[in-house]
């Protein structure tokens, strides 16, 4: 069998630390034939260092040389690069959030349609082992019907002082964007992938405009950070479940918090670590499993996926659509901050 020629877009934080160590591992099936950026220093400094044959300029030139591209560009240039590499014939796994609007992630939708090639969407958190725990526990009705879901995305003074992540023209957003988004998706795929009918949600920037900041990610400008830093939403489903939603990246809190917990009829579970609670045996049970967030094998188990689905040997974890309604909710987050008011989804 032919190995999958890829090709890496934007050679960041992202692609150095996740998507090419995992490709590369790949190696009996993979080939990462080059990489482009539209800093060509860098790009040529990337390709040395995983000795990757080639770079690109202009990434509509990469696409005859490769089956797929990995896009790790700024969030503004994510639906751009991912419609003209699907109309190129290429297979795209792009890196979350999908796109910067609802608009645009229709758009990479409906490419990916006419096309026939796989577009999927980087929300890694699917392939921890928690997460795959707990999605297996609410599938044999381990907590009967999930009723009410509870999301925490906190950081401890934790601004990303690096990059672009806190220049709107080009991420679109902050902390729900950039981080909150992954604990979102992870819910909605383990309530079973319900639509949203409502949301409201309020954004905060006051504390990171501050002057003199205290940062433990590097160091930022508070005179031009326009991104949201903290951010708290409830969103409620068509079939009844709602969902208390809370990130930052700069919270005044004792210590970082990651936390999802899943309330149901027949008993509930929560993931950071994962426990399971039911009454049973006229007590209340709790159990638990040792079974970790390791982000780092849940990118090499999401380069997997996506080259066995590019070969037809695999169904996408993350399909489009569902990172669509991801991005309908951010939608509606920072619309009912802006406006004041709940927003409601058709």
């Known amino acids: 069998m032919d190995k999958l020629k890829v090709g890496i877009i934007g050679v960041g934080g992202i692609a150095q630390s996740r998507h090419i160590p995992a490709f590369q591992a790949l190696e009996d099936r993979v080939e990462i034939i080059a990489v482009q950026d539209v800093n060509q220093d860098r790009a040529k400094e990337v390709a040395a260092k995983y000795d990757i044959p080639r770079t690109f300029v202009q990434y509509h030139d990469l696409f005859e040389h490769v089956n797929a591209v ?15 590499a699907l109309e190129a014939g290429v297979h795209v796994l792009c890196e979350k959030p999908m796109a910067m609007t609802t608009e645009e992630c229709e758009s990479m939708i409906s490419a990916a349609k006419q096309s026939g090639k796989q577009l999927a969407i980087a929300y890694h958190y699917r392939h921890t082992d928690n997460a795959k725990l707990a999605k297996q526990a609410v599938l044999h009705q381990e907590i009967g019907e999930p009723l009410v879901t509870r999301v925490q995305a906190l950081r401890r003074r934790k601004v ?9 023209e080009l991420q679109g957003g902050g902390s729900l964007i950039d981080y909150g988004c992954h604990l979102l998706d992870l819910a909605i795929w383990l309530l079973g992938d319900p639509e ?11 504390l990171s405009k501050l002057p003199n900041q205290i940062n433990d990610w590097g160091t930022f400008d508070h005179a031009t950070f326009e991104v949201d830093d903290h951010v708290t939403s409830y969103i409620t489903f068509d079939n009844g479940i709602s969902m208390q939603m809370e990130c930052s990246w700069a919270a005044n809190i004792k210590e970082d918090t ?5 309330s149901g009829v027949d008993g509930g579970l929560s993931l950071y670590p994962f426990e399971l609670y039911q009454p049973k045996l006229g007590t209340f049970m709790r159990s638990d499993a040792k079974v970790e967030h390791n982000e780092t094998n849940a990118g090499y188990i999401q380069a997997e996926n996506f080259v066995d689905s590019c070969l037809g040997q695999d169904e996408l974890v993350v399909k489009p659509e569902q990172a669509l309604k991801v991005t309908k909710i951010i939608d509606a987050i920072y619309q009912s901050s802006d406006t004041g008011s709940s927003v409601k989804l058709k």
């Not at 560009?73 to 003209?84: L, Q, R």
């Not at 990303?160 to 709107?168: E, I, L, R, S």
């Not at 990651?258 to 899943?262: D, N």
Request: proline share 8%.
């Open 70 to 84: 990995v896009i790790c560009t700024p969030n503004k240039f994510h639906a751009e690069i991912t419609v003209a």
């Open 160 to 168: 990303p002082g690096w990059g672009v992540f806190t220049n709107k």
């Open 196 to 206: 949203p009918v409502e949301v409201l949600g309020t954004t905060y920037n006051r």
């Open 258 to 262: 990651r936390h999802l917990s899943i």
